[in-house]
């Protein structure tokens, strides 16, 4: 079993995500999302609504924390609450058609953004990068749901 450097790891996955994020609303000169934002508006794929309750849980955050997001995000023109449909006592949040275009344009330029940059690297760091992405989405997968099961079909385990 290979040993993990996960000091290592933590280090440079969250200076990793700043500088792409910055890189990313500059290339595409969006106005300043933050990443909350852009975690919210990726909970809310086009079409659909949920609860404040449900976003705070699908993220990770407080209730509090999700509720001022919110309401700066309906403030900026990036949500709309209202009323659910299924239970008028509850709040549905949706992305607005301006959060969709904003975020859709930030996954656009994001994709071609580390589409270039990883050309600069050499074959090897490019198929180690993709040989890397099942255990990275099984990492998130752990740290979103403590209840799901790690994915036991590597080599590397017993």
Known sequence: MTALDAAR???VISPLRRALLAATRAEADLPELSDA????LR???HGTSRGPAEIAAQ???SRPTVSNLLGAMETDG??????????GRRVAVRASARARELFDRFDAVNTALVTRVSRELDDAD????DAALPALERLCAVLTDPDAAPSTTHEDVP
């Open 59 to 61: 993220l990770r955050l």
């Open 78 to 87: 990036l949500v709309e609450r209202g009323p659910d449909p299924s239970d």
């Open 9 to 11: 790891l933590a280090a």
């Open 37 to 40: 934002q852009i975690d919210v």
């Open 43 to 45: 909970a809310l794929p």
């Open 126 to 129: 490019r198929a180690a990068l």
